[in-house]
C-alpha cells in the first residue's frame, strides 16, 4: 500500500520537479486610445443680438445708394440630425441708411441648414422679411445668405452672417428694385 502511495505522490509532483517553477509570463501592456472628444448638440432654443453694416443699392446693385448699418434681436431653434443642422429664425433688425434721413427696419424670418463639425456651424439659409422705409415705403423681401457659427461655451455662440435682400419694383415702383446686403457680428444665448 505504501508503495502505491508514494508512488502516485510521485507521479503527482513530477512535473513541477521535472519543469521546475513556470516563469510567469508578461504580457506587453495594451494602449488605451483616449475617447473622442464629445461632439457639440445644436439642438435647441436661442436668443442674441447683432450688429451690422452694409451697403443698398438700386437695379440688382447696379445704381450704389450708400451704406446702411445698425442692430438686432434674433430668436430661433436648430434640431441638430448628426452632421445636418436644420432650424429656423425670427428677427428684428433697425437700419439707418448714410445718405438719406430715413431709417428702416425690417422682419426677418429664415429656414436655417448647416453642417455640423463640433464647436463650429456653418451654415446656409433663405426666406422672407417685411422691409419698411420711414419714408412710407415697404415691401415683402426675399432674403438668402451665408454664415457660421461658433460655440465659445455650451451656452454662447458668437457668429458671423452675409445676408442680402432683395426684391424688384419695391413697392410697387417699377424705377426701384432694392438690393440691400449686410454684415452682421452676432452673439447668442443657447437654452
Given at each position: 500500500?505504501?508503495?502505491?502511495?508514494?508512488?502516485?505522490?510521485?507521479?503527482?509532483?513530477?512535473?513541477?520537479?521535472?519543469?521546475?517553477?513556470?516563469?510567469?509570463?508578461?504580457?506587453?501592456?495594451?494602449?488605451?486610445?483616449?475617447?473622442?472628444?464629445?461632439?457639440?448638440?445644436?439642438?435647441?432654443?436661442?436668443?442674441?443680438?447683432?450688429?451690422?453694416?452694409?451697403?443698398?443699392?438700386?437695379?440688382?446693385?447696379?445704381?450704389?445708394?450708400?451704406?446702411?448699418?445698425?442692430?438686432?434681436?434674433?430668436?430661433?431653434?436648430?434640431?441638430?440630425?448628426?452632421?445636418?443642422?436644420?432650424?429656423?429664425?425670427?428677427?428684428?433688425?433697425?437700419?439707418?441708411?448714410?445718405?438719406?434721413?430715413?431709417?428702416?427696419?425690417?422682419?426677418?424670418?429664415?429656414?436655417?441648414?448647416?453642417?455640423?463639425?463640433?464647436?463650429?456651424?456653418?451654415?446656409?439659409?433663405?426666406?422672407?422679411?417685411?422691409?419698411?422705409?420711414?419714408?412710407g415705403e415697404s415691401d415683402t423681401v426675399t432674403i438668402y445668405g451665408i454664415g457660421a457659427r461658433y460655440a465659445i461655451s455650451s451656452r454662447f455662440?458668437?457668429?458671423?452672417?452675409?445676408?442680402?435682400?432683395?426684391?424688384?419694383?419695391?413697392?410697387?415702383?417699377?424705377?426701384?428694385?432694392?438690393?440691400?446686403?449686410?454684415?452682421?457680428?452676432?452673439?447668442?444665448?443657447?437654452?
Amino acid at each position: 500500500k505504501h508503495t502505491v502511495m508514494i508512488a502516485a505522490l510521485a507521479a503527482l509532483a513530477s512535473p513541477a520537479v521535472a519543469g521546475g517553477i513556470a516563469e510567469p509570463v508578461v504580457e506587453a501592456p495594451v494602449e488605451v486610445a483616449a475617447a473622442p472628444a464629445p461632439g457639440m448638440d445644436w439642438t435647441g432654443f436661442y436668443v442674441g443680438l447683432s450688429a451690422f453694416q452694409g451697403s443698398y443699392s438700386n437695379d440688382g446693385g447696379a445704381t450704389d445708394l450708400g451704406d446702411t448699418d445698425g442692430f438686432g434681436v434674433q430668436a430661433g431653434y436648430l434640431r441638430d440630425f448628426g452632421s445636418f443642422v436644420l432650424g429656423g429664425e425670427l428677427a428684428q433688425v433697425w437700419g439707418s441708411y448714410e445718405n438719406s434721413t430715413d431709417d428702416w427696419d425690417s422682419t426677418r424670418l429664415k429656414l436655417i441648414g448647416g453642417y455640423d463639425a463640433g464647436r463650429f456651424l456653418p451654415y446656409a439659409f433663405a426666406g422672407v422679411a417685411d422691409y419698411n422705409i420711414d419714408g412710407g415705403e415697404s415691401d415683402t423681401v426675399t432674403i438668402y445668405g451665408i454664415g457660421a457659427r461658433y460655440a465659445i461655451s455650451s451656452r454662447f455662440v458668437a457668429g458671423l452672417e452675409y445676408l442680402v435682400s432683395k426684391k424688384d419694383d419695391f413697392d410697387g415702383d417699377p424705377a426701384f428694385d432694392l438690393e440691400d446686403s449686410d454684415l452682421s457680428l452676432r452673439l447668442d444665448y443657447r437654452f
